[in-house]
């Protein structure tokens, strides 16, 4: 039956539920498309309307990110335009060789999984464009830093401190269930922040993941801080 065959049999019900860790493509000659990417894995995330389609290859530069949450947002973009025209997408998430797709509740999965397929295994590229952030594997500045000192730092350095931290601990955790965390400001104790991929429409995330996330940085930065999601 192929990938996409035993996805959308297991998403209807027939056949043994879906496990854990995925499912492992052992793509037929009817999945294998004309593109240079293949799916070669399907996963559940923490958010059911959202699955992580892994491919053969990576889609982005590593430590990069690519967004896409309207269809607005994906003009200029040949793959992202022909992945928003299947009705349903709400937004993509691109990181590593993985491309998380986050749908809207009204629309059935077993409805758009082989279009999805179709799109990803036909018309996915490497991404050269990107979300701002990039992941460090380490920033100096955090050797020399102490939380009782965090607000004597420029907005800029408060900034690269607390990318640093959530690039430590956070979002290798978020990306493990598709999905980031993008900073969008820091005005004196609250931090703004934004749920990429699978995070952004999932109930844990503005509930038990927004707390963990507010916890962990007044642990790691400041006893003070506050976490809003937007």
């Given at each position: 039956?192929?990938?996409?065959?035993?996805?959308?049999?297991?998403?209807?019900?027939?056949?043994?539920?879906?496990?854990?860790?995925?499912?492992?493509?052992?793509?037929?000659?009817?999945?294998?498309?004309?593109?240079?990417?293949?799916?070669?894995?399907?996963?559940?995330?923490?958010?059911?309307e959202?699955?992580?389609?892994t491919?053969?290859?990576?889609?982005?530069?590593?430590?990069?990110?690519?967004?896409?949450?309207?269809?607005?947002?994906?003009?200029?973009?040949p793959?992202?335009?022909k992945?928003?025209?299947i009705?349903?997408?709400?937004?993509?998430?691109?990181?590593?060789?993985?491309?998380?797709?986050?749908?809207?509740?009204?629309?059935?999965?077993?409805?758009?999984?082989?279009?999805?397929?179709?799109?990803?295994?036909?018309?996915?590229?490497?991404?050269?464009?990107?979300?701002?952030?990039?992941e460090?594997?380490?920033?100096?500045?955090?050797?020399?830093?102490?939380?009782?000192?965090?607000?004597?730092?420029?907005v800029?350095?408060?900034?690269?401190?607390?990318e640093?931290?959530?690039d430590?601990?956070?979002?290798?955790?978020?990306?493990?269930?598709?999905?980031?965390?993008?900073?969008?400001?820091?005005?004196?104790?609250?931090?703004?922040?934004?749920?990429q991929?699978?995070?952004?429409?999932?109930?844990?995330?503005?509930?038990?993941?927004?707390?963990?996330?507010?916890?962990?940085?007044?642990?790691?930065v400041?006893?003070?801080?506050?976490?809003?999601?937007?």
């Amino acid at each position: 039956m192929g990938l996409f065959g035993d996805m959308i049999s297991k998403l209807k019900g027939s056949g043994p539920s879906e496990p854990k860790s995925g499912v492992t493509a052992t793509p037929s000659d009817e999945v294998i498309g004309k593109g240079k990417y293949k799916v070669v894995r399907v996963q559940p995330t923490p958010n059911p309307e959202a699955f992580q389609f892994t491919v053969t290859s990576p889609v982005i530069e590593e430590g990069r990110t690519k967004t896409f949450d309207s269809a607005d947002d994906a003009e200029g973009n040949p793959f992202a335009e022909k992945m928003f025209q299947i009705f349903g997408v709400q937004t993509l998430f691109m990181k590593g060789d993985f491309v998380t797709i986050t749908k809207s509740p009204t629309v059935g999965w077993p409805a758009i999984m082989e279009k999805i397929n179709a799109v990803l295994e036909g018309h996915l590229t490497f991404q050269e464009s990107y979300d701002e952030h990039k992941e460090a594997k380490s920033d100096p500045l955090l050797e020399e830093f102490k939380k009782e000192e965090f607000h004597n730092y420029e907005v800029a350095e408060q900034n690269r401190i607390i990318e640093a931290v959530l690039d430590k601990a956070i979002r290798p955790a978020l990306a493990n269930d598709g999905g980031g965390i993008q900073v969008i400001a820091i005005e004196g104790n609250t931090v703004k922040i934004h749920y990429q991929g699978a995070c952004g429409s999932c109930p844990s995330s503005t509930s038990g993941t927004l707390q963990y996330i507010e916890n962990f940085l007044r642990d790691n930065v400041h006893s003070e801080l506050v976490v809003e999601a937007g």
